[in-house]
């Protein structure tokens, strides 16, 4: 019987010592618990961090993106109006040049109209002191050409109207030298005046020949190479005037002239 009891006794301090072990075990792995605990939280609050670190990684990110994108939109914009400004410049600059040009061009033509209406009006004015004057010493040329051809009796006769028709070029001369010349025209009074030269010249030659004693010993060349110079002068002079009166659309005034 008492081995029965001590047996029982055995048993439950047995059974007291395993639920004490037990006990030990449990609390000893809540410890453990514990203990790991703080680092389960640490993961946790390391990885928000990160997360909050990206997000406002992203943002940022994010944020200077659209920084970047509002930034390019204005400096195109500003590039576009500063590039139409340019064109405008650069258009309304090639309008006031080709303007410019075309007012240059303009006032070239009035002054050219203006001057040619003026050298109009200076040859009208001039055209009426010139042919009365031409006139008169052509009418009186041909006077003494009939006069020598048809009354000549003497050797005085001829020495008279050859001395006459030096006179009157001389005269004619003098007349030119009075009027005063257009500067179109200047060309003509040089080959005018270059003519009577050369009419005086020769008149003055052949009155020579008829006032020395011996004939043979004239140079009749002389008269024909006078002649011919006086001739050709004659016809230039005659050429410019026609041809500076056609330019002015003046040629009416010469259609009564003898060339």
């Not at 004693?213 to 060349?221: G, I, R, V």
Request: proline content about 1%; charged content about 30%; some cysteine.
């Amino acid at each position: 019987m008492e081995e029965k009891i001590n047996k029982i006794n055995s048993e439950n301090s047995k059974s007291d010592t395993d639920q004490k072990s037990q006990i030990n075990k449990g609390s000893d792995n809540s410890k453990d618990m514990n203990v790991d605990k703080p680092h389960v939280i640490d993961s946790y609050r390391e990885i928000l961090n990160n997360k909050k670190q990206r997000m406002n990684y992203n943002n940022s990110t994010g944020a200077i993106i659209v920084c970047i994108i509002i930034l390019l939109a204005v400096c195109f914009n500003i590039y576009i109006v500063e590039y139409e400004k340019y064109e405008t410049r650069k258009i309304t600059e090639t309008q006031g040049a080709i303007a410019a040009e075309l007012q240059a061009k303009l006032d070239k033509i009035k002054e050219e109209i203006a001057r040619k209406n003026k050298d109009s009006a200076d040859i009208i004015s001039f055209n009426d002191q010139y042919m009365k004057i031409r006139q008169d010493f052509y009418l009186k040329v041909e006077e003494i050409s009939k006069d020598i051809n048809s009354q000549v009796n003497s050797l005085d006769d001829i020495k008279q109207l050859t001395a006459g028709r030096i006179k009157l070029a001389k005269d004619y001369k003098n007349q030119l030298n009075s009027l005063k010349f257009p500067g179109v025209l200047e060309n003509f009074y040089k080959y005018e005046t270059a003519f009577i030269d050369s009419d005086i010249n020769l008149w003055t030659i052949i009155n020579s020949y008829y006032n020395i004693d011996d004939f043979s010993k004239f140079d009749l060349n002389k008269i024909d190479e006078e002649t011919l110079k006086s001739h050709e002068l004659y016809l230039k002079a005659q050429e410019e005037l026609k041809s500076v009166y056609n330019k002015y659309e003046l040629s009416y005034f010469l259609k009564d002239l003898l060339f």
